[in-house]
């Protein structure tokens, strides 16, 4: 499981048979997943030269993660550019969104409400001065 999350045409795959990639979609059973299977044999990737490199022939990953997708259907071919993906330091998540995929992934290990105050406590972490209160919250 751990490569296939990091396999750009497995997690279109999962993205687009099962609406997002997140903890409650990335699982074991992805991987025989025939609808998954499917999409992720429909994606082709390329790397263009002006993407990996710069002037001076140094790779721009993580500086740069942009991207151009290109979309071909029967019926019509849809293309965008992202320059800066969603959670990116010029793109960043919004307090709603980014509480939204930390709830998401912490509910799991944690429980809800000790998920629900760790959140709180990240959410005003640069206003406290000690960070000896995360410990209860963690723990049993």
Do not use: W
């Not at 997002?20 to 991987?31: K, P, R």
């Not at 320059?83 to 969104?97: A, I």
């Not at 000690?130 to 049993?140: A, D, N, T």
């Amino acid at each position: 499981m751990e490569s296939a999350q990091f396999s750009i045409p497995f997690c279109v795959g999962v993205a687009l048979s099962r609406g997002a990639v997140n903890a409650s979609t990335m699982h074991e059973g992805m991987l025989d997943d025939q609808s998954v299977l499917e999409v992720a044999e429909k994606v082709h990737l390329e790397v263009h030269e002006g993407q990996s490199q710069d002037d001076g022939q140094e790779i721009k990953f993580p500086l740069r993660t942009s991207a151009h997708v290109e979309i071909v259907t029967e019926e019509e071919t849809y293309n965008i550019f992202v320059e800066y993906p969603r959670g990116h330091p010029q793109n960043p998540l919004s307090k709603g969104e980014l509480s939204e995929k930390f709830m998401a992934n912490a509910v799991k290990g944690l429980g809800h409400t000790k998920a629900e105050k760790l959140m709180a406590f990240i959410m005003k972490v640069d206003d406290e001065l000690s960070l000896e209160s995360i410990g209860p919250m963690l723990g049993p």
